[in-house]
């Protein structure tokens, strides 16, 4: 439960932190000559961002490559299509931020809003409160201040903010803006008000005349186009109507809790929590393209985007467990286009080892996956026409974890399929993949939530049981139970057996590489510790086997 949970007062101090042109910084850390020159950042004939410099010619950001560089005809633009950088970077800002306080909240690739409620009751018991002066620009007046003890409140939280932006240019040379306020919605919106490399703070005395200097409901964070859209259809575009229009009304076009938070957000009211971020569920890539209609390209295309994603997941640090496919077709005779989403279970042990993870073998065999989920989601066999191809890993597991990841083909939410077999299974998902921060064609996936712990019951019955066998004392006195497999899909010529004191249930449930690998394993430490009469041979550093054993 966050600490913070409050109902309709002023107790928190929430602070909202935006990177200044954040592509545009990112790469003039690369190249700092860039930093002196107007430069924009390009994605296909969009430039996304610039640089302040650039933006004094009055490039903007999204504007069409062509009017950009009418308005500024020596603009260096650098390609932003690969969002590798950027999307560590904006990690490496979270995770400082994160060493203030556990409630910081990712929101695309270069905010975070930090929870300092406590940070800055702390600082409070430290410092003379008479002397304590805001950093920063102030929106609104201070005259009639609330006496609820908010205004020294949100006067320290410019203190942390400060500190905290500090820390961010001292340690990855970015400068931000922040805004401090009450709740996230105040302070998001007044962060944009001074910049770049400044901040902003309101108390909440101010909260209503920082709502109604909004232009329509749309500039509400939290307001996107649709709902924007269906207020209009009771008339509702500004701020000042939606705080007007009876709330029975609301209730007919959206949910009650929606209706109550929307009349909320427009008297600046917002009690929705910091939550905490974790590495995102998601990494993803997709590309748009000029039609494709052979299966031969689709594969290029396909190995290529692969081969990116393999770098970032490499970057990421975990491992995941199963991987989408996203097809856009495009119907020449309807004109109409149709994203579909498939996926498929994949092998953990293709990430096992560390360091680049594009071994050749795995990427075929990924792609092999990927294929085979490109089939099922496209008739090859009639003409087709391709105008986008995505790709992402999901359920991650950390490489630490990974002697669990054996729980997770155990107690997989969707079954357990063979991977090398490439029978795997697939089930349709419809729903557009979330996509971070980019406008064109060219998107990251990465979905800011906190990560499943990983599930162990099963496990530990079976690594015990495993671990049993290999301290005691020679093979001869095992209870050999060699179990022969009953389940259809095994290949009984193979002879697999369950290894001895080995759960029989959890074993039959692995893949049957897994199984084969395990057999294997068990048969040949038997051999060795038979042969050399040494019990407590240890087992292969890379084995299967020694991910149930090994601590
Ligand atoms: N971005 C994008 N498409 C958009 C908006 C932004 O690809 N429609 C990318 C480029 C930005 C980054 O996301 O660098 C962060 O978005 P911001 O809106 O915060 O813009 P900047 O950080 O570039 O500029 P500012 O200084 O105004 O925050
Ligand atoms: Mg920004
Ligand atoms: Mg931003």
Known sequence: ?????????????????????????????????LKNIPMGIQQKNIVVTSNYKAREFGIRKCMLLNEAMQLCPHLVLVNGEDLSDY??????????????????????????????????????????????????????????????????????GTLIAAEMRKLIYEQLGLTSCAGIAHNKLLSKIIC?????????????????????????????????????????????????????????????????????FLKNLSYGVDNTLVKRSGKPLSIGLEDSCKLISAEKEVKEKLTELLKRLMLLVDKDGRIPKTIKLTVRTFDKMTKTS??????????????????????????EKILLILMNLFRKLVTIHRPFHITLLGLSFTKFIERMDIRHSIASFIKNDI????ITSIENLNYDDSSPESAAQSPSSCRESSDPESEPTPKRTKLNI????????????????????????????????????CPPNADKSVFEELPLEVQQELWFEF???????????????????NSLLNYFVKQ
């Open 338 to 363: 149709r994203r579909q989403t498939k996926q498929s279970n994949i092998n953990s042990q293709f990430f096992t080892s560390s360091g680049p993870l594009i071994k050749l073998h795995n990427l």
């Open 87 to 156: 999307r560590s970077i904006s990690y490496k800002v979270t995770s400082l931020l994160q060493k203030y306080s556990e409630y910081v909240e990712r929101l695309g690739l270069d905010e975070n809003f930090i929870d300092a409620t406590k940070l800055v009751e702390e600082k409070l018991k430290n410092i003379n409160k008479e002397q304590i002066q805001s950093i920063g620009n102030i929106f609104g007046s201070t005259e009639n201040l609330c006496q609820c003890g908010c205004e020294i409140k949100v006067k320290v």
């Open 523 to 541: 048969k040949r430490t038997r051999m060795d510790s038979t042969a050399f009469g040494n019990r407590q041979k240890k087992l292969k550093s």
């Open 1 to 33: 439960m966050n600490p913070t949970a409050c109902n309709d007062e002023h107790q928190r101090i929430i602070i909202h932190i935006d990177l200044d042109c954040f592509y545009a910084q990112v790469e003039i850390l690369k190249n700092p000559e």
């Open 415 to 418: 079954e357990v399929q063979s």
């Open 462 to 497: 079976f690594k015990r049981n495993l671990m049993e066998y290999d301290t005691c004392d020679s093979p001869s006195k095992l209870r050999v139970q060699d179990l022969q497999l009953s389940s259809e899909k095994h290949d009984n010529n193979l002879n697999i057996k």
């Open 192 to 260: 944009s008000k001074h910049k770049p490399n400044q901040q902003t703070f309101i108390y909440p005395d101010s909260a209503l005349e920082l709502m109604l200097s909004l232009s329509s409901v749309e500039s509400v964070p939290g307001v996107g186009r649709v709902t924007s859209e269906i207020l209009k259809q009771v008339n509702v575009k500004s701020i000042e109507e939606l705080q007007n229009v009876e709330i029975s009304k609301l209730n007919k076009l959206f949910d009650p809790e929606k209706a109550k």
